[in-house]
C-alpha cells in the first residue's frame, strides 16, 4: 500500500524508521510553518515558527502523532525508535540558548569541541512528552547508533555516549 501524506509545510524529511505497528517515524526540518501537530503535543505549532519535528504517519496516510522540536532553523538528521515506542531523534540546533530543555543528560565539559551544536530529544509515541531534550554545545555531528547510544563525531575522533534509558 503505497500512501501520499501532505503535511501542510515545506522542508525535507532525513531520519525515518518503522515502528512495529508499520507507522512510518520521521523527522527532519521545516522550511515553512504550517506542519500540522497533534494535540497535546509537546511544542505544538505557531505562525511564522519552523524547527526540527518529528511525525508518526499511519500506512493509510494518517498524522497519528505530531509535535516540533527546538528552535526556528533546528534540523532533525538521525531517529531511531526505543522499544516502547518512542522515538529519540538527534539534530542541529541553530538557536541553542532558545531551545526547550528537559532532562539533559550530563555531558562532561571535557568532551565539548569546537563546531555548532547539536540536540538530543526523546518523545513519547503519542508525541505528548519528551522525556529528555537538551542542547549539546560544540558538537557538529551526532548520530544514533540505538536509542540508547549516540556517537559523536569530530575530525579526529568519535566519543560515544550512553543515553538514559527512560521508561514511562
Known amino acids: 500500500l ?5 503535511l ?3 522542508g525535507d524529511v532525513s531520519g525515518l524508521a518503522i515502528d512495529p505497528q508499520d507507522n512510518a517515524v520521521f523527522t527532519g526540518y521545516l522550511a515553512s510553518d504550517g506542519l500540522v501537530t497533534t494535540p497535546g503535543a509537546w511544542e505544538p505549532a505557531r505562525p511564522f515558527y519552523a524547527p526540527a519535528f518529528a511525525t508518526r504517519i499511519s500506512r493509510l496516510g494518517e498524522v497519528v502523532s505530531s509535535t516540533l522540536l527546538g528552535s526556528n532553523g533546528d534540523v532533525g538528521f538521525s ?3 526505543a522499544s516502547n515506542g518512542d522515538a529519540v531523534i538527534s539534530g542541529h540546533a ?3 540558548p532558545t531551545y526547550r530543555t528537559v532532562n539533559p543528560v550530563p555531558i562532561p565539559p571535557d568532551l565539548f569541541r569546537e563546531g555548532s551544536s547539536s540536540f538530543l530529544a526523546r518523545v513519547s509515541s503519542d508525541a505528548t512528552t519528551a522525556r529528555y531534550a537538551f542542547v549539546i554545545p560544540d558538537w557538529s555531528l551526532v548520530t544514533l547508533v540505538s536509542d540508547q547510544v549516540a556517537l559523536f563525531q569530530t575530525r579526529t575522533s568519535l566519543v560515544f555516549l550512553t543515553l538514559p534509558v527512560v521508561d514511562p
Open 2 to 6: 503505497l500512501s501520499r501524506v501532505t
Open 8 to 10: 501542510s509545510a515545506r
Open 79 to 81: 531517529l531511531a525508535l
Open 94 to 96: 541553530a538557536s541553542p
